[in-house]
Structure formats: structure tokens, C-alpha cells
């Protein structure tokens, strides 16, 4: 079974501050780890997404999110945010292996507000 | 491509009543699946589709039956409405590809039941 944990379930910053969104997961087997954001009233979209390979991964608009295997965590960041990212974040991870196709577990969310 | 669609947006039920969520895809993806989002604990996930003919439970299926009778088209029934039910319902496809295959997510359908 996996399960993970989103440390935070609201983040305010104040416009063109850093972010950073914890994630913290627990699995007994390999994973796949990503990051879906929520805009109010519409369905997720996925943020990014990490795999295999280099541990840093990006999205086309600044967000980044580092794989440490050590501490089971895959917090995402932003150097700079701005008020169109004011929204919810979903962590999840799924099954590297076997035929767990696209079931996502996901985290509780953390509810990031930006204030000018 | 619509993506992923779901009809209503919102609906309102009396307990005991039934109704069934819509959801179509012309992405021609194998796989659909069902959520639930509840306040503080994400999305859960009710049923799941590898193809037309074929679904399986996920973590929380009680109260929910599905049908797979073509690629396109995914509908959740809620035999029974009870206000446990109460939640948005979000309906997601991807390719079988494997748990690597980005998932697509409709706009979601707002549930309350009195």
C-alpha cells in the first residue's frame, strides 16, 4: 500500500516570494511521483511529473520538484510565484511496476494563496 | 479534442435517490477511471476501466456501480444516494501505457445529497 502526505494544507505567500510545497510519501515498492494543480472550480492538469533519471524535474511555468529517495520526499518549488498560480496542489505517486496502470494515490492537497 | 467531459456540474439528490454521472473521452484512451474529492483528503479512487468490458474496484467502490460499453464513455451510478455520497466526482483517462501515462481529468461534477 502507499500512502503520501502533504505537509502543509495552506501556503500564503505574497507575490514574487519563493514557495516550497512539501511532500512526503511512503511505499513498499518503487514509484512514480507527480504533481497536479487544481485552478477554483476545474478538474487537475498535471504540473509535472517525475519517472526515472535526473531527480529535478520542471514544468513550462517555473515550478520545480526534486525526487530524494532518502527521505521518501518530492517537494515542489518556485522561485517567484505570482497570483495566477493561487490554486491547489495534489501530490501523488503510483505503482513503477506490475499492472497498477493509472491508479493514482493521492496526498490531501495544499491550498497555495498569493497575495499581492 | 473536447478532452474529457462530465455532465451535470452540479446536482442535488434526496437520499434514496439514484442517478448516474456521465463522462466521455474522445482522446481514445483505454483507461478511465473515477475519483471522489473530499475536503483534507484528495481524491480518492471509487472504479477503474482498462477497456470496454472491463472494470475493477478501487479504494472506495461501495454505493457505485460502473460500465465500460465503449472506449468513449464511463458512467458512475449512485444506486442508492446517501449524504456520505456527498462530494465532486471527477472523471480522468489516459493511455495503457502503464502507471507512467499521464491522467486527463474532466471539470468535475458537484454532488450534494440532502
Known amino acids: 500500500a502507499q500512502s503520501v502526505t502533504q505537509l502543509d494544507s495552506q501556503v500564503p505567500v505574497f507575490e514574487e516570494a519563493p514557495v516550497e510545497l512539501r511532500c512526503n510519501y511512503s511505499?513498499?515498492?518503487?514509484?512514480?511521483l507527480f504533481w497536479y494543480v487544481q485552478y477554483p472550480n476545474q478538474g487537475l492538469q498535471l504540473l509535472l511529473k517525475?519517472?526515472?533519471?535526473?531527480?529535478l524535474v520542471k514544468s513550462i511555468n517555473g515550478f520545480e520538484a526534486e525526487f530524494n529517495k532518502s527521505q521518501t520526499s518530492f517537494h515542489l518549488r518556485k522561485p517567484s510565484v505570482h497570483i495566477s498560480d493561487t490554486a491547489e496542489y495534489f501530490c501523488?505517486?503510483?505503482?513503477?511496476?506490475?499492472?497498477?496502470?493509472?491508479?493514482?494515490?493521492f496526498g490531501q492537497g495544499t491550498i497555495l494563496t498569493v497575495h499581492p | 479534442n473536447a478532452g474529457v467531459t462530465q455532465t451535470p456540474k452540479f446536482q442535488v439528490l434526496k437520499t434514496g435517490q439514484s442517478m448516474t454521472l456521465q463522462c466521455a473521452q474522445d482522446?481514445?484512451?483505454?483507461?478511465m477511471s473515477w475519483y471522489r474529492q473530499d475536503p483534507g483528503m484528495g481524491l480518492r479512487l471509487i472504479h477503474y476501466?482498462?477497456?470496454?468490458?472491463?472494470?475493477d474496484q478501487g479504494e472506495v467502490p461501495n454505493g457505485y456501480n460502473v460500465s465500460r460499453s465503449t472506449t468513449e464513455d464511463f458512467p458512475l451510478r449512485l444506486l442508492s444516494a446517501a449524504p456520505s455520497q456527498t462530494s465532486v466526482y471527477f472523471c480522468?483517462?489516459?493511455?495503457?501505457?502503464?502507471?507512467?501515462?499521464?491522467?486527463?481529468f474532466g471539470p468535475g461534477t458537484r454532488l450534494l445529497v440532502l
Open positions: 480522468a483517462s489516459s493511455y495503457l501505457g502503464g502507471s507512467q501515462e499521464t491522467q486527463y
Open positions: 511505499s513498499s515498492v518503487s514509484v512514480y
Open positions: 517525475y519517472l526515472s533519471g535526473s531527480t
Open positions: 501523488a505517486v503510483s505503482d513503477a511496476g506490475g499492472t497498477s496502470y493509472g491508479k493514482l494515490t
Open positions: 482522446m481514445n484512451h483505454e483507461y
Open positions: 476501466s482498462v477497456g470496454a468490458g472491463i472494470t
